[in-house]
Each structure stands twice: as C-alpha cells, then as structure tokens.
C-alpha cells in the first residue's frame, strides 16, 4: 500500500480526483465485468488510480475471497492509499458470495415492536459483524446504515432497507448499527440525507419530489440523521430527490441549501458529505455529465460518488476553480475532511505503533478466517426466527395426505440476476426432496395459461418479492397476482411462502383461505429459505 502524503503538497487536479469515488467490479479480470457500462476494464481503472490519483473505488460482485485480492490489487495501483466501499447494508455477504449476509434491517423493526433492546443488540451485532467482514477482503467503508424513515408502503427504493416506519426506531436502530461497525476501523455513511423514506418514485430511474413543509420534515425525516451524525457516523449520503420546502430549484444533491446550509450548518456535521451515485437517473437525466459534478461540488459535496465521467468531471471542476466559480478553499476544506478520514481506515490495526507506523506496513489480501464465523451465522438465524411470521392452523391443507404430483412453484423478478437460487438451496431443494416438482417463473416467462381444463397440482407457492432500485416498484407483479389468483379459485394453493416485503405479505393474506399455511421471512437468502421451509417440511409436516 502507497503512504499517505501531505494532502497540501498535491496539486489542484489531485485534490479535486481525491474527491471522485469510482465503481469497479470485485471480479479481478475485464471478461468477467457483468456491468460494462458501469465498470472500467483494467486498464482504465489503473490509470485513474496511478494517474489521476482518484480517491476511491466503490466495489460489486464477485466471492468474498476475490475482493479481497481485488481492492489488495487496487490498492496497489493507486498512487495514494484509497478508500474502498461497498453498499453492503445487509452484511458483506450481500454483495459478496461466502460472507455473512443479514436480513435488511426491516427485520430488527418487526423485532423492535416486541422488543426493542433486542432489537438494538441485533443491530449493534449487525454492524459489528459487518465492519469485521468488511476489513478481512480490504473494504474500508461501509455505506450504511440506512436512515430513512420508510412510512410510504409504496417506497420502491427504501422499502425493507430502512430500519423502520418511526423515527424513533429507525434512529434507536441505525445508531446501534454504527455503535458496533465503530468497534473497528470503517468508515460508515447514513443515507440518503435528508429522507428518502417517503417516495413513491425510484431515484435510479427519475427524480421524485417530496412536498412536505420543514415542519414535517423536521419532525420525521431528520431525527434520525442528527441521531446518527451524534453517534459518530463517518458520513452522510444526500438524496436525490426534489424537496420545494427546502430548495426549488435543485435536487439535495446539487443543492447548497440542503448539503452545506441545513447538514453542514444547521445541524454542525463535520464528516464527508458524499452524493449517490451520479450516474443514476434522477441526476444523469436532468443535468450534464460534467455540470452534475461541478454542482454537487458548490452545494457543498465532499465525495463525488459514480460520476459518468470521472476524468471529465476532475477537469471541469479544476476550470470552475480557475475561473473564479469554485474557491479553491471549498476544494480544501473537503480535502482535508477526506484526509482525516483516510487516517482512520487506510491502515491496518497496530496496536502500540507510532500514528505513522502504518505506512511501512502492507495489509494482508485478505483474511478467510475472519468471514461468516459461526456467531455471525448464529445472529443471522436469530433475526431471522424472531421477525418470520407463521400461520400454519389444525386443518392446514399442507397437513392433509396428497396424492397425485405435487408442485413448487417459485416466483421471482429475474432468476438470471438471483444468485440465491439454486438446485441445493433449500426454496428448491427441500420440497424437491419430498416429492414436489420445480417450477420458476419470472419476467422471461410466457404467459401462464391458465385455465381450469389444466389437471389440479396441490402447490406450494415460494414469492420471492420485495422493493428493489431499478425494478421501479415494491408491489406486486401482475404475473404473481395472477398466479395466486388461479390457485386460491381452483383449490390448487397448499401453502404459500413469502420472502422480503411484509407488504406483499398483507396484499396476500387478506384474501388467503383460512386453511391455507403460510409463512413470512424478510431474507431471501439460502438461511432464510431454510428457516422459514423447516415450518412447513419438518416434524408432523413430513
């Protein structure tokens, strides 16, 4: 790893490509870039990293084993020690394979209805664990927790992200959240300032407005922002969305009044201010490549995260500073703020070292031993028992002797892009091993026909469902709502399973047969399909 100089002796483009946070693959060679128009090959990224001295690589897909060969490597290219991130809200194994992968936090907001310190000790071992598993393959800051307040059924983008409907328990549990992640060296960020929870309009696709007045505002959207900014978090996310009460003009993002006059003034955060990604639809649609930069810069931005063209918006952001648009002290001070934190995170843990030690030490590529141990394992199936829902009564068709075919039909929105579908995960192989045929529809499926001249197959229905950016909506598809129609009209429906949004679960439960099992789980991981499967293929069910 190269050391960390003095940020003063840098040069203009250098300070401001200190501020670019770009996006790679965590796969280590260019024939495996699943995102192209995303994810440079190689050669591009080395000489962002050599060259231009680009401050940061946001990192996605591949095992965890690769990426921590992979930020090892990146690390390696870059002229100044780099900050590594990864959205891993839900646990590094969320994003990368072998890790530990949480249920989303809305889970910790069923369990805080009964429990509220439970709720926070899961949440406190949430963010443990996953800043532990975050530094083993070489991450360095974990863009979480989510601190929207999700009070809009109909969020597509928020959804079962956030870590409740109240401000109350979303600040209690994203607070607890960084109070473990600080117990190591990551960085964290609270997002997406100030409050993307209730939004009916996904921000990858466009920009939605939130009309509230500040009264509102205050009172729901930002406690749980000054919540975490008085717990320590590293950094704030903005928003893209449109909010009239606070700016007519601009989105958060671009906009002065929000970023530098309410978070950096009004509510005194000293930490970095980075944007969503740019290259997403609510700011890449509306403004330039290179004017998006130039004006998250001017409303106070510190982090420039994804921008479409990270070369192109460096310079456009050195002629603003030439030209007398952007003071050179605005670069400064965001530069000065990215080199506290990088003395933070950009170094292993010596203990009893000299504060400039580090920079004689290369940190290991990455450490297996520290992945998915078994009390992370343990905490995962925990939250998982104590948030899943099951209605399984005394005269449960499940229950009754079949015979004749039975069916497993899955639903999901795309199985080419559900790496936690296989022959050996549980949504498959459990009823698969008693006697039930595999069926998976999703959005490259025909049409069902569906008629009642097709022979009856009692079905056990697994809807694998819940709000997701880019797929524009958290309800229903019509191809689900049509599915469990046909089956609940012809006595076809044995037991139903819902994984991810306890509101598809409600738009399905008012109109179940009452002698129709189900269960609920907020994961859609392997361990969730397993825990919540043992409730219906285990013990007198068998």
């Known amino acids: 790893m190269s050391t960390l100089p003095d940020w003063e002796t840098l040069s203009l483009p250098e300070w401001v490509a200190q501020m670019v946070v770009v996006r790679a693959s965590g796969h280590l060679f260019d024939h495996q870039i699943r995102y192209p128009a995303w994810e440079s090959p190689a050669a591009t990224l080395r000489h962002w990293l050599e060259d231009l001295a680009v401050g940061g690589v946001i990192l996605l897909g591949g095992s965890a084993a690769e990426v921590g060969l992979r930020s090892h490597q990146l690390q390696e290219w870059a002229r100044i020690p780099l900050l590594i991130a990864a959205d891993i809200e839900e646990g590094v194994g969320q994003r990368f394979a072998g890790a530990t992968w949480f249920p989303p936090p809305f889970a910790l907001a069923a369990i805080a209805q009964q429990d509220l310190a439970k709720a926070e000790q899961y949440a406190e071992q949430m963010g443990a664990f996953t800043a532990e598993e975050a530094l083993a393959i070489g991450i360095n800051w974990v863009l979480a927790p989510v601190v929207d307040v999700n009070n809009n059924p109909q969020n597509p983008v928020i ?75 590293d950094a704030v996310m903005s928003a893209h969305l449109q909010i009239p009460a606070l700016d007519e003009k601009y989105p958060a993002t671009l906009s002065y009044r929000i970023l530098t006059e309410e978070l950096r003034q009004r509510l005194s955060f000293g930490g970095l201010i980075v944007t969503d990604a740019l290259i997403m639809g609510a700011i890449a649609n509306g403004y330039g ?85 078994p009390e992370a394992i343990a905490s995962v199936a925990q939250i998982l028992r104590d948030s899943m829902q099951v209605h399984h009564p005394a005269n449960a068709r499940l229950r009754s002797t079949q015979t004749g075919e039975l069916r497993n039909l899955i639903l999901v929105d795309d199985a080419l892009e559900r790496d936690f579908l296989g022959k050996h995960t549980p949504a498959i192989a459990l009823p698969q091993s008693r006697g039930y045929r595999t069926e998976i529809v999703d959005c490259y499926t025909l049409p069902p026909m569906l008629d009642r001249s097709t022979p009856p197959c009692p079905t056990l229905l697994q809807l694998f469902i819940r709000g997701n950016p880019f797929r524009g909506s958290a309800g229903q598809t019509q191809t689900a709502q049509d599915w469990f129609q046909f089956l609940v009209k012809t006595d076809q429906l044995q037991a139903l399973v819902v994984y991810g949004s306890p509101y598809i679960l409600e738009q399905f439960v008012s109109v179940l047969p009452p002698d129709v099992s189900y269960v609920f789980t907020y994961g859609q991981m392997p361990s969730a399909q397993g825990i919540a499967l043992q409730q219906y293929f285990d013990g007198e069910t068998l």
Do not use: Y
Not at 211 to 226: D, G, I, M, S, Y
Not at 315 to 324: F, K, L, P, R, T
């Open 159 to 233: 959804n079962v992200r956030a870590f409740g409907e109240t401000p109350d328990v979303v600040s209690r549990l994203s607070t607890a959240f960084i109070r473990g992640a600080k117990q190591h060296p990551v960085l964290t960020a609270a997002k997406h300032f100030p409050g993307h929870g209730d939004t009916a309009t996904d921000s990858h696709l466009e920009l939605p407005i939130l009309t509230h007045a500040q009264k509102r505002l205050a009172e729901v959207e930002l406690p749980p922002f000054e919540q975490a900014i008085a717990a320590g978090v």
């Open 289 to 373: 490549a290179n004017e998006a930069p130039v004006l998250a810069v001017e409303a106070g931005a510190d982090i420039l995260l994804m921008p479409i063209d990270p070369a192109g918006a460096i310079q456009a952001i050195c002629e603003a500073v030439e030209s007398g648009r952007i003071a050179p002290e605005r670069i400064q001070a965001s530069v000065e703020r990215i080199w506290q934190a990088k003395q933070k995170v950009c170094a292993p843990d010596l203990q009893g070292s000299t504060s400039h030690a580090w920079e004689q030490v290369s940190p290991p590529p990455v450490q297996l031993e520290r992945l998915a141990q």
